[in-house]
């Protein structure tokens, strides 16, 4: 069975960093991609971060600059470096796993950047 474990979330204040992890255990096969989603309060979930097999990376304008999105193959895991955090980043960040045909979904972790 194939599970996607976020980590990392937490309180900072504006202007700090967190790192996200999302650990992959099961077996997964066909990865086209990698990402990370958020959700916010009272919003529709919006694609942060994603990376491609081919380590083509996609950011939301809004994330540009500021976070990086890396993996580590060996170890099936998704990084989100997130620095110079503002109030607006709050939101459950979820993982992603995109295969053919199935993706793959983590259960979130909670960011909450205060003013």
């Known amino acids: 069975q194939v599970q996607l474990v976020e980590s990392g979330g937490g309180l900072v204040q504006a202007g700090g960093s967190l790192r996200l992890s999302c650990a992959a255990s099961?077996?997964?096969?066909?990865?086209?991609?990698r990402g990370w989603y958020r959700q916010a309060p009272g919003k529709q979930r919006e694609l942060v971060a994603r990376?491609?097999?081919?380590?083509?990376?996609t950011y939301a304008d809004s994330v540009k600059g500021r976070f990086t999105i890396s993996r580590d193959s060996a170890k099936n895991t998704v990084y989100l470096q997130m620095d110079s955090l503002k109030p607006e980043d709050t939101a459950v960040y979820y993982c992603?796993?995109?295969?053919?045909?199935?993706?793959?979904w983590g259960k979130g972790t909670l960011v909450t950047v205060s003013s």
């Open positions: 099961g077996n997964i096969f066909a990865i086209t991609a």
């Open positions: 992603n796993y995109q295969t053919v045909p199935v993706d793959y």
């Open positions: 990376i491609t097999s081919s380590s083509i990376t």
